[in-house]
């Protein structure tokens, strides 16, 4: 078997909670990548996907299902997630996986106040209510097409 693995920096914008979503690499400012990491440690399950620890946060591979998130996600492309709970600081247009009746849901951040979010796939027609923010486990910073 042969893994083959990308170099992940995780972004932000100069503050934590506010991470740069979607960049190429040659137009990040030299300022804006996290580099104190002291330890990095990649977990290979092939039933969850890949890990990767540092002291500061954990970035999740994963594949997501169905398309009510195309063109953005398209079917059998990958995400890149990190670990978030209602304390992070969202913001319209974040892509976030949180807790439904249905079981777990990739979807855009449309609407928010202090204590819910209100989002909607971007393929679909209508938008899913609103969620309180303690049901949502991540938030999405990248597709691996």
């Not at 920096?9 to 300022?31: D, R, Y």
């Not at 449309?110 to 209510?129: F, K, P, R, S, V």
Request: with cysteine.
């Amino acid at each position: 078997m042969i893994i083959i693995f990308s170099i992940i920096i995780f972004l932000t914008s100069g503050e934590k909670e506010k991470p740069i979503i979607f960049c190429k690499a040659n137009q990040i400012p030299e300022q804006n990548i996290l580099t104190n990491i002291t330890k990095i440690i990649f977990n290979i399950n092939q039933t969850t996907g890949v890990t990767i620890q540092s002291d500061d946060f954990n970035i999740n591979l994963e594949k997501p299902t169905g398309d009510s998130m195309s063109p953005a996600i398209p079917r059998n492309s990958k995400i890149l997630t990190i670990d978030v709970d209602e304390n992070y600081y969202f913001k319209k247009g974040y892509i976030v996986i949180f807790m439904s009746q249905r079981g777990f849901i990739i979807h855009r951040i449309i609407d928010l106040n202090e204590t819910h979010i209100l989002t909607m796939g971007d393929n679909n027609a209508n938008d899913d209510g609103w969620t309180e923010k303690s049901l949502v486990t991540k938030l999405v910073t990248g597709v691996v097409f």
